[in-house]
């Protein structure tokens, strides 16, 4: 069954459903608030389903696809969490080190699509890492709600260093050719900007989707390009975006806008088997 593109929804409905996201409501309050939306047969629940990712439609290279080689491993996070556990994929006819990508997940763990988004990157001829920060906690239990149950409870403090780490492994893998570069979503776009900070010329490049920025005493320390990806009425983080601007005077900041929901490339990136296009996105790159 096709699934309904975000400017099917009213826009009431997928604000609703980005408190959902962000843990500001429950899934009965959620419930509760669409069942307005609910007509001409369809239910809440329906209207639920409708809007969750659907890994396995999402799903671009498969686990046992044998242009790759993917396997868990293990790292050590001294300053977060002690041993951390993620996932790590290569071409499997990878001749010589690769460069390094660290992919980092939502707000809810190391979840199928993050696993792909690594395997894609592994075909593409990167060395891919997606660190898992519920590992203290279990590691991702396999359901999104639970997991993001499971991302409140963890240190926030420890949680940073935990992805720190993860891209001081990958900088360091026998593997990888020293150069590094990061991709995240949601809460993971916020690591890629605060990685950025952290890393200064360490990392090479980066590519947040969304994500919160850095503070903006900081944002000198950034010496990576970065490809930027905001929403038109994603509210939550654009409000951050015009001071990360204005503290990024050393270099330029080229902005493309279009799309007008964060949760229409929640649903993209679940529905079809392409990547991201320049006009499904707003893209700001400071270079």
Not at 123 to 139: E, I
Not at 267 to 287: F, G, N, Q, S
């Amino acid at each position: 069954m096709e699934r309904k593109k975000a400017s099917e929804f009213p826009q009431e409905l997928l604000n609703l459903f980005d408190k959902y996201v962000h843990g500001d409501i429950g899934r009965r309050e959620f419930l509760d608030g669409s069942k307005k939306f609910a007509v001409g047969g369809l239910t809440a629940a329906a209207i639920f389903e409708s809007l969750r990712p659907n890994y396995a439609w999402a799903e671009q290279v498969p686990k046992d696809d044998k242009r790759i080689k993917a396997e868990y491993a293990n790292y050590q996070s001294p300053q977060g969490n002690g041993t951390m556990k993620g996932y790590l994929a290569r071409p499997s006819n990878a001749r010589g080190k690769l460069p390094g990508i660290v992919v980092v997940h939502e707000n809810r763990g190391l979840n199928p699509y993050i696993e792909d988004v690594a395997r894609r990157l592994a075909v593409a001829n990167f060395l891919a890492f997606a660190p898992d920060a519920l590992t203290p906690l279990g590691g991702y239990p396999g359901d999104d709600e639970k997991g993001g149950e499971l991302f409140a409870k963890l240190d926030g403090m420890k949680r940073v260093e935990d992805f720190v780490a993860a891209a001081r492994f990958v900088k360091s893998h026998a593997e990888c050719t020293g150069k590094i570069g990061s991709v995240g979503f949601c809460f993971g776009g916020g690591i890629v900007n605060t990685l950025a900070v952290r890393l200064g010329a360490d990392l090479a490049a980066g590519a947040p989707f969304y994500g919160a920025q850095p503070m903006a005493a900081d944002v000198a320390k950034i010496k990576a390009p970065l490809l930027i990806h905001y929403a038109g009425l994603d509210d939550r983080i654009n409000a951050g975006w015009p001071a990360y601007e204005t503290a990024a005077t050393d270099g330029r900041v080229l902005q493309q806008e279009s799309a007008d929901d964060l949760i229409g490339l929640v649903k993209r990136r679940a529905r079809r088997h392409t990547h991201w296009a320049a006009d499904d996105t707003c893209c700001r790159t400071r270079r």
